[in-house]
């Protein structure tokens, strides 16, 4: 804990911007803070649990500024995450028991991708925290066969479930299991007590769960579920989040081949590739006796519920990132750590054979795992400790420089939403684009290069509204090739002579 305090800690510090989604939980967050329950935690798109951690956060932090809610959103966010290594730690001792289970926990905290979503200002942490707990909880009923851990099961897994829809995940492997139990009889799990508890789990889920879905109106009100229940179409062929735009005429074939790329994709960024390889090691040796199979035979589940849900986001919506594939990485994750332990197992029985003395096994195996994560040290230091969001550091420049430049009476169009929140002004992002073009009272639109040259329809937009002004203002100043360029237009082309001396200084202080 002390170790994840301090990577996490220091990636908070050496944040240069939050990801673009922690706005909507700020936003949700403000609501709360103003008293708006009603509207904050059952009609807002995101569910309450993190924003309600940031509000708690912000009680402690205090301030208004736009930097005081982003440090509430990091310290809620980096809390949970200090606090995962418990239950990841007890999901470790389950499968892989006490001499691996350091290892297997360790891995999560040395992937680069792993501590730079715990220590942004996202939902991930709250909701993976809770999720851990869950499924060390079915852990601990999967081999006990005690009834008593349902109460936990159901409550992390509610909490889970009122930070993120995937929460439901829980719930919905543990039944699957309880229902394939009673006919596996090698795995040896008391028939009475799996009806038992599938009768209890559907019941205490209900009454968890049940009534926030009422308040809600369904399951959730993201348009990533809708479109994964069926009950919303396909994302438009140019819809802001497609990761490309959709081919006229795309066939069903390539449709699925490109959701399994992309999966893939995902899971290799949120896992690493050595990570992946020895993943098979780890669950091999896990599943040696029957209750290790029982426990994976729930993970295997829950492996296959979410690869198959991402596959049918990413057919729907055309997305499938690294961050919604967290579940099923840290999973693999864990077995990739107990993968190294074995690899080092069998290096030390060999030593043995040359040495007939458990001093040689047991050196071997300490100098074959310390120089394993020495290397996966070095390689993976510098983008483990590198500052958050980098790329799109140029937008809180830009922020401060509208702060001063920007009179009361006019708007801003900022697509990504970045450069309104740290300038604390109103305008137009992604989703009233439209709505901005015909406001005669904004004259600044913020965009990166990307969004200017890109080949969607809202590039063309942008292009449109740019036509041939030159940016006012450039950011950062000095950019890099992994820094995206943040330009400022001024679309009324007024004389800039009045403010940019007061944004100037702003931007220097």
């Not at 995902?266 to 199979?293: D, F, K, Q, S």
């Given at each position: 804990m002390l170790l994840a305090g301090l990577l996490l800690?220091?990636?908070?510090?050496?944040?240069?911007?939050?990801?673009?989604?922690?706005?909507?939980?700020?936003?949700?967050?403000?609501?709360?803070?103003?008293?708006?329950?009603?509207?904050?935690?059952?009609?807002?798109?995101?569910?309450?649990?993190?924003?309600?951690?940031?509000?708690?956060?912000?009680?402690?932090?205090?301030?208004?500024?736009?930097?005081?809610?982003?440090?509430?959103?990091?310290?809620?966010?980096?809390?949970?995450?200090?606090?995962?290594?418990?239950?990841?730690?007890?999901?470790?001792r389950e499968l892989f028991g006490d001499s691996r289970a350091w290892l297997a926990c360790l891995f999560i905290y040395l992937v680069p991708f792993s501590g730079h979503v715990l220590a942004d200002a996202l939902s991930?942490?709250?909701?993976?925290?809770?999720?851990?707990?869950?499924?060390?909880?079915?852990?601990?009923?999967?081999?006990?066969?005690?009834?008593?851990?349902?109460?936990?099961?159901?409550?992390?897994?509610?909490?889970?479930?009122?930070?993120?829809?995937?929460?439901?995940?829980?719930?919905?492997?543990?039944?699957?299991?309880?229902?394939?139990?009673?006919?596996?009889?090698?795995?040896?799990?008391?028939?009475?007590?799996?009806?038992?508890?599938?009768?209890?789990?559907?019941?205490?889920?209900?009454?968890?769960?049940?009534?926030?879905?009422?308040?809600?109106?369904?399951?959730?009100?993201?348009?990533?579920?809708?479109?994964?229940?069926?009950?919303?179409?396909?994302?438009?062929?140019m819809a802001v989040e497609r990761e490309r735009p959709l081919e006229e005429g795309q066939s069903t074939a390539k449709t699925v081949l490109l959701a399994v790329r992309a999966l893939c994709r995902a899971v290799a960024r949120a896992t690493t590739v050595p990570v992946l390889l020895l993943a098979p090691l780890g669950i091999v040796a896990g599943c040696a006796t029957a209750m290790g199979r029982r426990m994976w035979l729930y993970l295997g589940i829950m492996l296959a519920l979410c690869a198959c849900a991402l596959m049918r986001v990413h057919i729907m919506a055309g997305y499938c990132t690294p961050r919604h594939a967290l579940v099923l990485a840290w999973i693999l994750t864990l077995a990739g750590g107990a993968g190294l332990a074995q690899l080092a197992a069998w290096a030390g029985r060999i030593a043995a054979r040359f040495r007939a003395s458990s001093w040689a096994k047991t050196r071997v195996e300490t100098a074959f795992i310390a120089f394993a994560l020495a290397l996966m040290i070095v390689f993976t230091a510098p983008a483990l400790l590198a500052p958050i969001d980098s790329g799109f550091a140029g937008y809180r420049e830009a922020g401060q420089w509208l702060s001063a430049a920007t009179a009361a009476?006019?708007?801003?169009?900022?697509?990504?939403?970045?450069?309104?929140?740290?300038?604390?002004?109103?305008?137009?992002?992604?989703?009233?684009?439209?709505?901005?073009?015909?406001?005669?009272?904004?004259?600044?639109?913020?965009?990166?290069?990307?969004l200017l040259h890109g080949p969607w329809d809202y590039c063309t937009f942008l292009r449109d509204l740019?036509?041939?002004?030159?940016?006012v203002q450039t950011f950062p100043r000095h950019a890099t090739r992994a820094t995206s360029r943040v330009y400022v237009f001024d679309l009324a082309r007024k004389d800039m002579a009045a403010v940019a001396p007061a944004a100037e200084k702003t931007l220097q202080r």
């Amino acid at each position: 804990m002390l170790l994840a305090g301090l990577l996490l800690g220091w990636l908070a510090v050496h944040t240069e911007i939050f990801y673009t989604d922690g706005l909507r939980y700020i936003a949700q967050a403000r609501t709360i803070d103003r008293g708006a329950l009603s509207k904050g935690m059952f009609h807002s798109v995101d569910h309450p649990v993190y924003p309600l951690a940031i509000v708690a956060a912000h009680r402690v932090v205090g301030g208004e500024n736009p930097d005081d809610w982003q440090r509430a959103a990091q310290l809620a966010a980096v809390f949970a995450g200090v606090l995962l290594v418990l239950p990841l730690y007890g999901i470790s001792r389950e499968l892989f028991g006490d001499s691996r289970a350091w290892l297997a926990c360790l891995f999560i905290y040395l992937v680069p991708f792993s501590g730079h979503v715990l220590a942004d200002a996202l939902s991930e942490s709250t909701f993976l925290l809770f999720w851990a707990v869950g499924v060390w909880s079915s852990l601990r009923l999967l081999r006990t066969a005690k009834l008593f851990w349902l109460l936990p099961i159901v409550m992390s897994s509610a909490l889970a479930y009122l930070t993120r829809p995937e929460g439901l995940v829980i719930l919905l492997s543990l039944f699957a299991s309880l229902l394939v139990l009673p006919f596996w009889r090698s795995l040896e799990f008391p028939a009475a007590q799996a009806r038992c508890a599938l009768g209890l789990l559907i019941v205490g889920g209900i009454a968890a769960a049940g009534p926030f879905m009422m308040l809600k109106g369904g399951i959730s009100s993201k348009p990533s579920m809708s479109r994964l229940m069926g009950s919303a179409p396909k994302a438009d062929a140019m819809a802001v989040e497609r990761e490309r735009p959709l081919e006229e005429g795309q066939s069903t074939a390539k449709t699925v081949l490109l959701a399994v790329r992309a999966l893939c994709r995902a899971v290799a960024r949120a896992t690493t590739v050595p990570v992946l390889l020895l993943a098979p090691l780890g669950i091999v040796a896990g599943c040696a006796t029957a209750m290790g199979r029982r426990m994976w035979l729930y993970l295997g589940i829950m492996l296959a519920l979410c690869a198959c849900a991402l596959m049918r986001v990413h057919i729907m919506a055309g997305y499938c990132t690294p961050r919604h594939a967290l579940v099923l990485a840290w999973i693999l994750t864990l077995a990739g750590g107990a993968g190294l332990a074995q690899l080092a197992a069998w290096a030390g029985r060999i030593a043995a054979r040359f040495r007939a003395s458990s001093w040689a096994k047991t050196r071997v195996e300490t100098a074959f795992i310390a120089f394993a994560l020495a290397l996966m040290i070095v390689f993976t230091a510098p983008a483990l400790l590198a500052p958050i969001d980098s790329g799109f550091a140029g937008y809180r420049e830009a922020g401060q420089w509208l702060s001063a430049a920007t009179a009361a009476d006019e708007r801003v169009i900022d697509p990504k939403g970045l450069a309104l929140f740290y300038a604390n002004e109103k305008g137009y992002t992604f989703a009233r684009l439209t709505d901005g073009a015909h406001d005669p009272s904004v004259r600044w639109l913020v965009a990166h290069e990307a969004l200017l040259h890109g080949p969607w329809d809202y590039c063309t937009f942008l292009r449109d509204l740019v036509g041939d002004r030159q940016p006012v203002q450039t950011f950062p100043r000095h950019a890099t090739r992994a820094t995206s360029r943040v330009y400022v237009f001024d679309l009324a082309r007024k004389d800039m002579a009045a403010v940019a001396p007061a944004a100037e200084k702003t931007l220097q202080r």
